[in-house]
C-alpha cells in the first residue's frame, strides 16, 4: 500500500557534505565509528525508573572501555523522549557530559548526547537498535547533514547493587556540533516556516528517504523529531532527522500505523513531501536512485544484523524503489 500526500510538515536534508573543517574535536570525535564501542553507564536504575516522567538529571560515570585503558567521564542523565520513556524496559537516556572535564582533555564543549536504548531486554530489541541504526547510517549516504552515530555495546551498571545488563545502543552525535559541522546553527522554535525559506532539495530528499524508510513519525512544521538548521553560507533552512523507530524499516512490534494516513500497516508508505517543488523532487529523485547501490552495500556488510534481517530490510527498500519507478506522481 503507498499513499500520496503532500505535507512540508515533514521533510528534510540533502547530499552534500560541507567543507572540511577545523573545530576542535568533541568526545563524540574519539569515539571509532567504523567499530562497535563499548562503554560502561554506571547510574541508579532505581531512580532512573522511578523517575521516568520526570527531566531531572542524575548524577553518573559513563566509561570508554578500550583494549588498553578504560575512559571515565562525569555525565549527567535523564530519560527522554515520549512513547518509548514510559514504555521500554530501558527509556532512551540524554547525557551530559561535565564541560570542564572535556576541556581539560581539549575536547570541544559539545556534551549533550542523545543515547538511543533497547525497548525489550532480548535479541528482538537488539534486532530494533540496529535497524534504527541503519537508518541513520543510509541517511549518511545521502547526505551529509545528518547526524552521525555510533554504535555501542552498553553495560548498565546499578551504582547501588553492582548489577549489570549489556545491551546495543545508538550513542547520536550533540545538536550543536551536528550544527557547525555543516556550517549552520540550530533554530530552536523554527515552527511553521514558509516553504520557501528552506532549501528545496534538502526536503525533497528528507521526504523521499522518510518515505523509503515507510517513516510518517516526524513534522518539519511541528519540528517534529528533527532539527532545523540554519546554514550560514546560503541563508537557507535544512531539517535534520531523528528518532525512526516507528518506521516500517524498524519494525519495531511496538509501533502502530499512522491512521492520520490511512496506513493499514507499519510497512506501508505515505509521501509527506511537497508537491509544490517538482524539480527539487526530480533532483532528490535522482540521488536516491545514485545511492541505491552504496545504500544496499551498507546493509549487506553490516554483519552485525542477521541475514535474515537484512534480507528484509533489502527486500524492503527494494519495494521503496518499484514504487519510485512507478509513482508517476513522484
Known amino acids: 500500500m503507498v499513499v500520496l500526500l503532500s505535507a512540508l510538515g515533514m521533510s528534510q536534508a540533502y547530499a552534500a557534505d560541507s567543507a572540511a573543517t577545523t573545530m576542535t574535536p568533541s568526545v563524540f570525535d574519539q569515539f571509532n565509528q567504523d567499530q562497535v564501542l563499548k562503554v560502561e553507564l554506571k547510574l541508579d536504575m532505581e531512580a532512573l525508573h522511578a523517575n521516568k516522567k520526570s527531566n531531572d538529571y542524575q ?21 527522554r523522549g515520549r512513547f518509548r520513556r514510559v514504555k521500554s524496559e530501558m527509556p532512551p537516556l540524554k ?9 581539560a582533555q581539549g575536547l570541544s564543549e559539545d556534551n549533550d548526547y542523545k543515547l538511543v536504548t ?3 531486554d532480548s535479541r528482538e530489541g537488539d ?3 540496529m535497524r534504527e541504526y541503519l537508518a541513520y547510517k543510509l541517511y549518511n549516504e545521502l547526505s551529509g547533514q545528518s547526524f552521525r552515530v555510533q554504535l555501542a555495546e552498553v553495560t548498565y551498571t546499578d551504582k547501588n547493587t553492582d548489577e549489570s545488563n549489556t545491551r546495543f545502543g545508538i550513542l547520536i552525535e550533540d545538536s550543536d556540533q551536528m550544527a557547525d559541522r555543516i556550517g549552520g546553527e540550530i533554530c ?7 516553504e520557501a525559506e528552506y ?3 534538502n526536503l525533497q530528499l528528507h521526504a523521499l528517504f522518510q518515505y523509503m524508510i515507510g517513516n510518517t513519525d516526524w513534522s518539519v512544521k511541528m519540528n517534529r523529531n528533527l532539527k532545523v538548521v540554519m546554514v550560514k553560507e546560503t541563508g537557507k533552512y535544512v531539517a535534520v532527522p531523528y528518532d525512526f523507530d516507528f518506521s516500517g524499516f524498524v519494525n519495531a512490534t511496538y509501533a502502530k500505523p499512522n491512521v492520520d494516513y490511512k496506513l493499514a500497516s507499519v510497512r506501508d508508505r505515505a509521501f509527506l513531501g511537497s508537491q509544490n517543488l517538482p524539480k527539487a523532487l526530480m533532483a532528490a529523485k535522482g540521488m536516491m536512485i545514485a545511492k541505491r547501490g552504496a545504500m544496499e552495500k551498507t546493509i549487506n556488510d553490516f554483519k552485525l544484523m542477521s541475514r535474515k534481517s537484512r534480507k528484509d530490510l533489502l527486500q524492503y527498500m527494494d519495494s521503496f524503489y518499484t514504487a519510485l519507478e512507478t509513482q508517476q506522481e513522484l
Open 59 to 79: 548524577k553518573a560515570k559513563f566509561s570508554i572501555i578500550g583494549a588498553d585503558n578504560i575512559e571515565t567521564y562525569s555525565v549527567k542523565v535523564r530519560a
Open 95 to 103: 547525557l551530559k557530559f561535565s564541560k570542564k572535564e572535556l576541556i
Open 118 to 120: 533497547h525497548f525489550y
Open 127 to 129: 534486532d530494533a537498535v
Open 188 to 194: 530552536e522554535e523554527c515552527f511553521n516556516r514558509p
Open 199 to 201: 532549501d528545496a532539495t
